[in-house]
């Protein structure tokens, strides 16, 4: 398939996904405050500071915002449309890239996510994140999801599947680490105020966000810790477990180019086969031993690197000629342009 | 009939009422059909398909709209009928166009026949802006240079069909067309069963056949792809739309690569080999080497490619002299001199304004007449003689007298009305027609075409982008 098609499928899905997962993001913490009754603004600073340290926006969060209440990251992330990674902006890149590509998608598929977006710039949704915010990000998560169903139930398993496949699982693996990363900027607890300690509630909240309770609890005993960093980084077979989402990385990548797994014929797949391996025989102990915040921003750093290296090996670099006489591979003129006009598509990540 | 009740056809062609209120014969049935409903089952069913289309994202974009905002083609659920006999007529009549069209445009960039003949004087073709003097002597496959043909017609107070443009470049709106036809399906279902009007679903079929026949490759299949300017442009939901009827890769000109004067396209298994090229894209961007230098939507020595003969574009180069309102005027001329037949469509009565005896008529009678710069579609560069101010018409005046050759003059046509929803009540609104035309093996053309029709009372210009919308076209089988 095209090389822009190709990269510009393998967004759309990214994007679909960020905005579901920021959507539960937001849930997470919104549940997590329930448990506290009464926090005073200090306090509640505490709680909302993380999601914006985890997401990496702070500093376009501290230009647009003096202060870190709620409101202010509920509405940064939700719908600002300042800021490209908030839901709503999600929603238009991955709508955007969709109507690039309109032809490679399936009439339900397009109408799904152009119902979506129609929603999502909605006096209707406006309303609902006044008023009824948690039924807002249901939507958006049912949406997304229905949009991923029609996808799955749509789109012949070819290239353009591995394609969205890559970019879904890449995405999910790191938000999950994200997710873990809110809990080591939580504040500690203060003896006294609560019962459980923040990061066990934040724990429960995340599994249950993820919908994870059930297979949680039938993997693990008791929600501590270490149990939730275990299951959601190293579950061999929970779908937004890193481990499982580098899984299908890797399987993608191999049957994109018809490399047998365990081998490699481009960077992306030596590198998301090593980190398979090392998520396939590590444990929390490396984990904690590195330090949580540590390990999870070296993963992220990782799938970066295999992100960069799909569309160096993919997108960049079709010179091989098929069917043709058989000229030289040309060298573009205008690949460097190209290259820049990609790299600020990427960087509004 | 409540939906109809209190129609007036006024002094207009109606399309659906005969000049003494009553219903043409073969307006009839659909009239039943539809004027039995109640207005409420009407606008809900109307709601229905634009949901359709905002749903489907059938929409354009707008220039010069800061927000970028999409907006529907509006749509008029009343569909514009025509009975067989009438469509043979134009069926006939825009075949023998096409035909002496791609005669012509082979003889001038050929031997130029018709020049030395003197039927059109050397003058006309040499300053006409999109002719393109350096593809003289350049073969195309087939012989065609155009493949896609979007004509547009109008019917006058007489009831008598007129060509009144060709467009032979990229003409577009095929794809609202083949979408009105789903969208009055979906509001309205079952009611084509009984009536007998033709499918028009045919057209991606005949433009993938069209293209396959222009390919220089004889062995296996030909590589076919559609060559968009990328998603801000106006029409880009038909550009997916069509490439994906066809299922033909749609690609922008950064997809393309030119080796060795062979068309790539660069795909995630290397480059893959090119044959034909279905270009949503004029001329001036197409290759940055020869046309303008600063595009950068087109193929950088696509044109070197195309010269050796080893890939072919759908339509081809150069077709835009076609185009020049001045040479539009030339085209009953054309069918004379290449066929030796009568004219079946009459062109609209064109007057030249370097003809010194049409230029006094032109001056004298400006209020009266409509006046086109040769070059400017869309509606654009044009004046209405009947609506526009002293200061408009002075400064068209100047305009003419300083460039001749870029104007030409008609008698304003009352082009002929439809029954429209307007705003809670049915009235009349001027339509005109848009067929396409395929030009491969043979001549296809789809029944019907687009029924462009101008929303604002009175008004006579139906482009989308100045308040016009479309209608489904049915062609009765009898």
């Known amino acids: 398939m095209l090389s822009r098609v190709a990269n510009t499928l393998y967004w759309m899905v990214r994007y679909v996904e960020r905005a579901d997962n920021l959507a539960r993001l937001i849930d997470v913490n919104r549940q997590l405050l329930l448990d506290f009754e009464s926090l005073d603004t200090e306090r509640l600073r505490g709680f909302w500071q993380p999601i914006i340290l985890s997401t990496g926006d702070e500093e376009d969060f501290n230009k647009l915002y003096d202060h870190t209440g709620s409101d202010e990251v509920t509405r940064f992330l939700t719908d600002d449309p300042r800021n490209p990674n908030s839901i709503t902006s999600c929603i238009a890149l991955a709508r955007e890239n969709a109507r690039t590509v309109r032809d490679q998608l399936s009439d339900e598929l397009w109408e799904e996510l152009n119902a979506l977006y129609l929603f999502s710039r909605s006096d209707e949704a406006r309303r609902l994140i006044d008023s009824d915010a948690q039924r807002y990000y249901e939507m958006i998560r049912r949406s997304a999801v229905t949009f991923l169903g029609i996808a799955a139930s749509t789109t012949s398993r070819n290239e353009a599947w591995e394609f969205m496949d890559l970019g879904r699982h890449l995405e999910r693996a790191d938000k999950t680490t994200r997710f873990l990363d ?26 249950r966000s993820c919908g994870a309770m059930g297979a949680f609890r039938a993997a693990q005993r008791e929600i501590n810790a270490e149990g939730v960093v275990d299951f959601l980084i190293f579950a061999k077979d929970f779908p937004r477990s890193v481990r499982y989402c580098i ?18 014929s481009n960077e992306a797949e030596r590198e998301s086969g090593r980190l398979l391996a090392e998520l396939n025989f590590g444990s929390t102990e490396d984990v904690f031993e590195a330090g949580l915040h540590d390990y999870l921003d070296a993963l992220q750093g990782r799938f970066n690197h295999i992100g960069g290296e799909i569309f160096e090996t993919y997108v960049l670099m079709p010179e091989r000629i098929q069917t043709s006489p058989g000229p030289k591979p040309p060298t573009f003129s205008d690949a460097a342009l190209w290259r820049m006009e990609q790299q600020q598509h990427q960087s509004q990540k | 009939m409540e939906m109809f009740k209190g129609y007036d056809p006024g002094k207009f062609y109606d399309e659906m009422f005969g000049e003494d209120g009553t219903v043409r014969n073969h307006c009839a049935p659909l009239l039943q059909k539809f004027g039995n409903l109640d207005q409420k089952d009407f606008l809900a069913r109307k709601a229905n398909s634009e949901l359709y289309f905002l749903r489907q994202g059938i929409t354009f974009n707008v220039y010069h709209d800061d927000q970028g905002t999409e907006r529907i083609f509006p749509f008029d659920p009343i569909p514009r009928v025509m009975p ?21 445009l082979h003889d001038i960039y050929h031997d130029q026949q018709i020049l030395k003949d003197e039927v059109i004087p050397r003058f006309y073709i040499e300053q006409a802006k999109h002719y393109r003097p350096e593809f003289r002597g350049v073969d195309v496959a087939a012989d065609i240079y155009i493949h896609i043909c979007g004509s547009d017609l109008i019917r006058g107070a007489d009831g008598i069909y007129y060509v009144l443009e060709d467009n032979g470049r990229c003409p577009s709106g095929a794809s609202y067309l083949l979408e009105n036809r789903n969208a009055l399906k ?25 293209l396959h026949h222009i390919s220089p490759r004889r062995d296996g299949d030909p590589v076919c792809v559609l060559l968009t300017p990328g998603c801000h442009n106006s029409a880009y939901f038909e550009h997916c739309y069509l490439a994906r009827e066809m299922g033909i890769d749609i690609v922008e000109g950064k997809d393309l690569a030119v080796v060795d004067k062979f068309v790539y396209m660069r795909t995630t298994r290397g480059l893959v080999r090119v ?56 085209v009953p001329k054309m069918i004379e001199y290449y066929l030796g037949q009568e004219p079946i ?22 209020p009266e007449l409509v006046v086109k710069a040769a070059n400017e579609s869309g509606g654009y560069g044009m004046l209405m003689g009947p609506a526009a101010s002293k ?49 491969g093996k043979d001549v296809k053309i789809v029944p019907g075409g687009l029924t462009r029709v101008a929303l604002t009372k009175d008004s006579l210009i139906v482009n989308s982008s100045q308040g016009g919308g479309s209608k489904d076209t049915w062609v009765l089988r009898h």
């Open chain 1, 182 to 207: 809110v809990s080591s900027y939580l504040p500690p607890s203060e003896d006294g105020m609560e019962a459980v300690s923040p990061s066990i509630l934040h724990g429960t909240a995340i599994l």
């Open chain 1, 247 to 264: 899984e299908k990385v890797d399987n993608s990548l191999h049957l994109i180019s018809g490399t047998p797994r365990g081998a490699f």
């Open chain 2, 84 to 104: 067989a006999s009438e469509w043979e007529h134009l069926e006939a009549g825009l075949t023998q166009r096409i035909v002496a069209l791609n005669l012509f």
């Open chain 2, 186 to 210: 979906r509001a309205f279902p079952g009611i084509f069963e009984t009536l007998g009007v033709r499918p028009v679903d045919s057209y991606p079929r005949d433009l993938l056949n069209m």
């Open chain 2, 275 to 330: 044959d034909v090229i279905y270009r949503r894209i004029d001329d001036d961007f197409i290759d940055p080497v020869v046309f303008r230098k600063d595009s950068v939507l087109g193929v950088p020595g696509l044109m070197n490619a195309y010269k050796a003969g080893n890939v072919s574009l759908a339509n081809a180069v150069g077709t835009g002299v076609a185009d020049d309102k001045v040479i539009y005027y030339f």
């Open chain 2, 345 to 366: 469509l009459p062109n609209v009565p064109t007057y030249l304004a370097s003809e010194e005896a049409d230029m006094k008529f032109i001056l004298a009678n400006l």
């Open chain 2, 391 to 439: 200061d408009e018409i002075a400064a068209f005046r100047e305009r003419i007298i300083a460039d001749p050759r870029n104007y030409i003059a008609q008698p304003v046509i009352s082009l002929s009305r439809s029954p429209t929803w307007c705003e809670g009540a049915m009235e009349g609104r001027h339509i005109d027609l848009r067929p396409y035309i395929i030009y």
